[in-house]
Structure formats: C-alpha cells, structure tokens
C-alpha cells in the first residue's frame, strides 16, 4: 500500500523520505510538467525497481534529474553551446542527452553511451536532491505506453499499491512533457519535442534536427 507525504514535508516527514531515499526506495513526485518516478540513480535496486512498476523495456534508458553542481559527475560535455542551452533553459523543462561520465555505471548508460539529463526547477525535486544527495532517477510515473500523471491519484491508480511512497504536491501543470534534446553532435537533435519547442530553440540561433 502507497504511503502518501504532502510537500511541503513536516519535520517527521522530511526524515521519513530522507531515510527512503538513502535505502534505495523508489518514490514518485511532483516535477513542473508531471509526476516522476524515481531515487537514487547510483542504484541499480532503484532502477530495476522503476522498469518493473513501468512494466518498461529495459532498453529504454531512464533520464536523470541532477542539480547543476553534480552534472560533471554524470555527463561531459566540452561544447560551448552546450554550456549556452543550459545556461539559457535550466532550470527548466529541457532533457539534454549527452555522453555519460565514465564514472556513471553501466546500468544507467544508453545503448550509445549517453545519459540523459535534466535540472528541474520544481521545488520537490530540489527538496529530494538535498535530502538523497545524489541524482535521481525522474522518468514519468506512469505505466509505459500510458499517459503521464499530473496527480499523486493519478499515480497510484495506475501504479498500484506496489509503489510504496508518493510525494503529493497536488496538481502539476501538465501540457507537454520536457522536450528531449540530442547534443551529441552538431546539429542538436530533437528526439521528443516537448515545453521547448522546435520554434522557441531556433529563436535562441540554435540549429536543430
């Protein structure tokens, strides 16, 4: 059975879900766009856990929510217009995919070596990147192939009792989901546009795919 913490968290709260996170349980919470699921991203128990609840292909590689102090513990990146998109859009609803740090294990890499990666500006995810101190996993917390969720209902609907924590921060704002942005290689490659578009980008002087 799912046990349900408003945000924000009480004192007694805030220990409960610190204390969830340094055991490697997975949690689902609030972002700006929907609810993620995720936890400790260095765990490969958190991870099995997330494509089990999603009943997802395990070849699908999960995103990273990270603070800007940890992103060169997860991905390099030595392009300065890299380093111009994050500047401009993070915190924000953009998912960078970018050559994994050769210190990221292996479960978390793409089949290409990649990790996709984002700083979220909701307040959640900042609350659960102190506590945890480390990147979490924040793929959307739903059943895969089934819409995202905007509420804490929503998402133990679909999820069932298997999901034992849910952060409520009541309803998100929906519309799109982050918009998945290729920076590999020149030109940038949109593979999921999403709250920053194709548009808003190119208004930017960015060329993209």
């Known amino acids: 059975m799912s046990?349900?913490?408003?945000?924000?968290?009480?004192?007694e709260h805030t220990q409960h879900i610190r204390s969830r996170l340094q055991r490697d349980e997975v949690l689902a919470f609030p972002t700006e766009t929907f609810y993620g699921l995720g936890g400790n991203a260095y765990s490969l128990e958190v991870v099995e856990q997330v494509f089990a609840l999603k009943h997802r292909p395990v070849?699908?590689?999960?995103?990273?929510?990270?603070?800007?102090?940890?992103?060169?513990?997860?991905?390099v990146w030595n392009d300065p217009e890299v380093q111009r998109l994050t500047t401009e859009f993070w915190p924000g609803p953009l998912t960078v995919v970018l050559p994994a740090s050769p210190r990221v294990p292996d479960f978390l890499r793409?089949?290409?070596?990649?990790?996709?990666?984002?700083?979220s500006p909701s307040p959640?995810?900042?609350?659960?990147?102190?506590?945890?101190?480390?990147?979490?996993?924040?793929?959307?917390?739903?059943?895969s192939g089934q819409p995202s969720c905007r509420?804490?209902?929503?998402?133990?609907?679909?999820?069932?009792?298997?999901?034992?924590t849910v952060v409520d921060g009541g309803l998100t704002q929906g519309a799109t989901p982050s918009t998945l942005l290729s920076c590999?290689?020149?030109?940038?490659?949109?593979?999921r546009e999403g709250e920053i578009d194709r548009e808003a980008?190119?208004?930017?002087?960015?060329?993209?795919?």
């Open 184 to 191: 590999v290689e020149r030109p940038f490659r949109i593979l």
């Open 3 to 11: 046990r349900v913490f408003p945000f924000p968290f009480t004192p």
């Open 110 to 119: 793409g089949p290409d070596g990649t990790l996709a990666v984002r700083h």
């Open 124 to 143: 959640v995810v900042r609350c659960l990147l102190e506590l945890g101190e480390v990147p979490l996993i924040g793929t959307s917390a739903n059943l």
């Open 151 to 164: 509420s804490a209902e929503e998402v133990m609907s679909q999820l069932g009792p298997e999901l034992r």
């Open 59 to 75: 070849e699908k590689a999960l995103l990273v929510l990270a603070a800007p102090q940890q992103m060169p513990e997860l991905v």
């Open 201 to 209: 980008l190119s208004r930017r002087g960015y060329t993209v795919q």
